[in-house]
């Protein structure tokens, strides 16, 4: 009868990136000069947007590391062709569902990622084409 509510929650942590769905969607979106897009995040995520470069390009070996005992994975902290980073999802401030809206003033292709390193090496990413 239907299929299975979203439980975001679940008590087997195993399979909960499964459950919460650590992905991008769509993978590519395009606008005009001077639109915006809002990025819609639900769960323990960081967006980083980057200007003209390639996931390749980016050097997962430059990180920012957990406090020292913490059980929380390290994010990506390469600030090259970087254009916007956003709040710290290890800070008790940051909310885990939130929408975070970036303006686009130039044409080009730019790359989302999600900084946390094991979502990033997992491809969570995708691309904003911006033209005219």
């Not at 915006?36 to 995520?45: D, E, N, R, T, Y």
């Not at 957990?66 to 929380?72: D, N, Q, R, T, Y």
């Not at 090259?80 to 569902?97: E, K, L, M, Q, V």
Request: charged content about 15%.
């Amino acid at each position: 009868m239907g299929t299975a509510p979203l439980d975001r929650h679940p008590s087997d942590f195993a399979i909960s990136p499964a459950v919460v769905g650590h992905h991008v969607s769509p993978l590519n979106t395009t606008i005009a000069v001077n639109g915006s897009v809002a990025f819609m995040i639900g769960g323990f995520h960081q967006l980083g947007i980057y200007e003209g470069i390639e996931p390749g390009d980016i050097d997962g070996s430059l990180l920012i590391l957990p406090p020292p005992g913490a059980m929380l994975p390290p994010l990506v902290n390469d600030p090259a062709n970087r254009i916007y980073r956003g709040p710290d999802p290890r800070s008790p401030t940051t909310p885990f569902d939130r929408v975070e809206v970036f303006h686009f003033h130039r044409p080009g292709t730019y790359l989302a990622i999600c900084l946390v390193l094991p979502h990033f090496t997992d491809g969570m990413y995708g691309w904003i084409k911006v033209h005219r």
